[in-house]
């Protein structure tokens, strides 16, 4: 049975089912409105599924181009999220031309990277929590072993920092995959934590966790989506509590010049950095959300 593949050769009419072992082949219009450029390219589904998310999906996954971006096209048609392309489409024949409409490509195995690391922690936190005192260190330095081994995974969120087409598609698709809610449990869990009795590893965490929510502050649809989840109250704790550090660092290192920690002061300095960076930004939206 040659089914949407093939017309059968007494019949113009395409029969509209097809069994889970065919394949079949689009071309595909990628139009790139960011670059306002067009490309043709081939996109094989094996096995195909007509299920216009599953085609999305796999358009996503060949070249990176986010399921939320795209807008996609038989002939004039657009084709809805929750359909079925022969639903829509009846006639679809392989080797015919699907328009794919976008704003920009994303850094889509970054991103995925970042929230896997982050639901590793978050993990390896809540294993920790049910632990006695004496066991912790070796929870603790596994977190941390993961945090050295991924540190290229968190300078990735680079990818976010510039105000450009990419960066907000990237944010959208780390949304899309619930990036941000793990980011905001993160913060949470951390700030619950006393500053003083945190690992090294987790006061690296804290500044991840800022740097995030100073990234996101750039675009004004994710300040209002985090000033809901009380984005504020964290990084006003979040500063007060460094600020109170760094003054208590700067008068033990004046009782004793000898005495130094470049390493937590390196990390106080980029969290307070990072939330006056967030209050700054996040401040007239949290003022009109309370008004």
Excluded at 227 to 242: G, T
Aim: net charge negative; hydrophobic share 40%; glycine share 4%.
């Amino acid at each position: 049975m040659n089914s949407l593949l093939q017309a059968p050769a007494n019949s113009s009419q395409i029969p509209t089912t097809t069994t889970q072992d065919e394949d079949i082949t689009f071309k595909l219009q990628l139009n790139c409105t960011a670059r306002k450029s067009s490309k043709i390219q081939t996109l094989r589904l094996k096995p195909f599924s007509p299920l216009v998310q599953d085609i999305k999906k796999a358009i996503e996954d060949e070249f990176s181009i986010p399921t939320c971006v795209q807008t996609l096209r038989y002939q004039y048609l657009t084709l809805p999220d929750k359909g079925s392309l022969l639903d829509a489409c009846r006639y679809v024949r392989t080797g015919d031309m699907l328009t794919v409409d976008y704003s920009c490509e994303a850094d889509v195995k970054k991103i995925n990277e970042i929230i896997g690391w982050i639901r590793e922690v978050s993990a390896a936190m809540e294993k920790e929590k049910s632990l006695p005192y004496n066991l912790r260190a070796e929870t603790n330095a596994a977190i941390h072993e993961g945090a050295r081994n991924n540190y290229d995974i968190v300078l990735a969120l680079e990818i976010f920092d510039w105000l450009d087409a990419k960066a907000y598609v990237n944010k959208i698709y780390f949304e899309e995959c619930g990036g941000l809610e793990e980011v905001i449990s993160l913060y949470e869990t951390i700030l619950a934590l006393d500053w003083g009795d945190m690992s090294q590893t987790y006061r690296y965490i804290e500044t991840f966790c800022s740097h995030a929510f100073a990234n996101f502050g750039e675009t004004l649809y994710f300040r209002r989506v985090l000033i809901q989840h009380d984005a504020m109250r964290m990084a006003v704790e979040s500063m007060l509590r460094v600020n109170m550090e760094i003054k208590g660092m700067a008068v033990v290192e004046e009782l004793d010049p000898r005495w130094s920690d470049e390493y937590s002061l390196y990390a106080l300095k980029r969290i307070r950095e990072n939330s006056l960076h967030t209050i700054c930004k996040y401040g007239n939206e949290g003022f009109r959300a309370h008004t």
